[in-house]
T-cell receptor
Framework: KNQVEQSPQSLIILEGKNCTLQ??????????LRWYKQDTGRGPVSLTI?????NTKSNGRYTATLDADTKQSSLHITASQLSDSASYIC???????????FGTGTRLTVIP | KAGVTQTPRYLIKTRGQQVTLSCSPI?????VSWYQQTPGQGLQFLFE???????NKGNFPGRFSGRQFSNSRSEMNVSTLELGDSALYLC????????????FGPGTRLTVT
């Protein structure tokens, strides 16, 4: 079983609407949780990095939240734009280890 | 600063051949990590190099190998290619290691026929 599960697998929303992507993880303990945006055919780009002690972090229209008790994180996108169409990947870094655990991503499509 | 560069961007090989991919990290970054990305499996960690030493390795067969040079540039080699090796190969650089923020390159799209 993957230690980082993302939902939904794919999502289609209208331009201008908000959406929330979910990441559930079992990695414990962990030192940080990251969200990446990956455009088709390109490398992932970091959106946010949160340590275990942080609850929320924003980057423009992207806001990530973290609940370490329930082991859940969410990425909220406000006022979506066509350029937000991409895959969003949740990554968890365990404490004391150099490896990373990757979710399989949520594919977001924003339509006009 | 220039970003992470990977060459070549696209590659077509036949089964049984070998291939070498190259990654130039951001200037000043000493860590380079390699990942394989396929539609079904998502991103999977191959290995990480830091100051010319392999620091961590994922669960891939020995056909996958890498190295890092003194200027932090890294190469990844895959021998005896199989159809299942078709994937996007990404490298990511970081100042101090994958524990810290990583910057990804555009990837090399490898197709094995």
């Amino acid at each position: 079983k993957n230690q980082v599960e993302q939902s939904p697998q794919s999502l289609i929303i209208l331009e201008g609407k908000n959406c929330t992507l979910q990441c559930n993880y079992t990695v414990s303990p962990f030192s940080n949780l990251r969200w990446y945006k990956q455009d088709t055919g390109r490398g992932p780009v970091s959106l946010t990095i949160m340590t275990f002690s942080e609850n929320t972090k924003s980057n423009g229209r992207y806001t990530a939240t973290l609940d370490a008790d329930t082991k859940q994180s969410s990425l909220h996108i406000t006022a979506s734009q066509l350029s937000d169409s991409a895959s969003y990947i949740c990554v968890v870094k365990p404490t004391g280890a150099n490896n990373l655990f990757f979710g399989t991503g949520t594919r977001l499509t924003v339509i006009p | 600063k220039a970003g992470v560069t990977q060459t070549p961007r696209y590659l077509i090989k036949t089964r049984g051949q070998q291939v070498t991919l190259s990654c130039s990290p951001i200037s000043g970054h000493r860590s380079v990590s390699w990942y394989q990305q396929t539609p079904g499996q998502g991103l999977q960690f191959l290995f990480e190099y830091f100051s010319e030493t392999q620091r961590n390795k994922g669960n891939f067969p020995g056909r996958f190998s890498g190295r890092q040079f003194s200027n932090s540039r890294s190469e990844m080699n895959v021998s005896t290619l199989e159809l299942g090796d078709s994937a996007l190969y990404l490298c990511a650089s970081s100042q101090q290691g994958s524990s810290y923020e990583q910057y990804f390159g555009p990837g090399t799209r490898l197709t094995v026929t």
